[in-house]
């Protein structure tokens, strides 16, 4: 079965720098990759897929994505408080229904 | 549009109590999804409806879990009997089933077996 790893576990940034979260998969055949924000006491909310090698941006999210490395990175520009959170990265396999989660990364953002 | 709906929020038991989780999916969705979410074991998948439909039963979860779709619009996760080890956050997902990848979480329901 698919395995995805997150790292790092915690990461702590100031107001206003970027903040990178690695996502490593198992399966370079697997179908798109997900980052969900899970915020305390709410479930997890998607923010952004890849399907493609390379990079897709929205607003101040980028991924990047490389099938080769088995390797996905979020990053978040400009972080805010609000960000504030712990972010998941989901993997689909190819033929599979199935969304298979990391283990999250604690996202603190100091004003 | 309402989202995902679980109820309860919170729920306290004694081991050996059942206790039964309730989802309401988004209206029109398909496919609908109970996970198990444990700081130590993350998000684990418990059960899997496509159209009412049992597609996936939770392998290791089969014994004390059983979710049911009584109807299109209605979820039941039914754990019998609790074990202090069931404490953890119980999640609902659904999603339109029509290609799309995407998953529609509830709030979750927080179980504490005492």
């Known amino acids: 079965q698919e395995k995805v790893q997150q790292s790092p576990e915690s990461l702590i940034v100031p107001e206003g720098a970027m903040s990178s979260l690695n996502c490593t998969f198992s399966?370079?055949?697997?179908?798109s990759i997900w980052w969900y924000q899970q915020h305390p006491g709410k479930g997890p909310e998607a923010l952004i897929?890849?399907?493609?090698?390379g990079n897709k941006k929205e607003g101040r999210l980028t991924v990047y994505l490389n099938r080769a490395s088995l390797h996905v990175s979020l990053h978040i520009r400009d972080s805010q408080p609000s960000d504030s959170a712990v972010y998941l990265c989901?993997?689909?396999?190819?033929?599979?229904?199935?969304?298979?989660f990391g283990s999250g990364t604690q996202l603190t953002v100091m004003p | 549009d309402a989202g995902v709906t679980q109820t309860p929020r919170h729920e306290v038991a004694e081991k050996g109590q059942t206790i039964i989780l309730k989802c309401e999916p988004v209206?029109?969705?398909?496919?609908l999804f109970w996970y198990r979410q444990t700081k130590i074991q993350g998000l684990e998948l418990l059960s899997y409806?496509?159209?009412?439909?049992?597609?996936?039963d939770g392998g290791a979860f089969k014994d004390r879990f059983k979710a049911e779709m009584l109807n299109s619009s209605f979820s039941t996760l039914k754990i019998q009997p609790t074990e202090p080890k069931d404490s953890a956050v119980y999640l609902c997902?659904?999603?339109?089933?029509?290609?799309?990848?995407?998953?529609?979480f509830g709030p979750g329901t927080r179980l504490t077996v005492l």
């Open positions: 399966n370079s055949a697997s179908q």
């Open positions: 997902a659904s999603r339109p089933g029509t290609g799309e990848y995407e998953q529609y």
């Open positions: 897929s890849i399907f493609s090698n």
């Open positions: 409806f496509r159209s009412k439909s049992l597609m996936e």
């Open positions: 989901a993997v689909v396999s190819s033929g599979s229904w199935q969304l298979i």
């Open positions: 209206s029109g969705h398909n496919d």
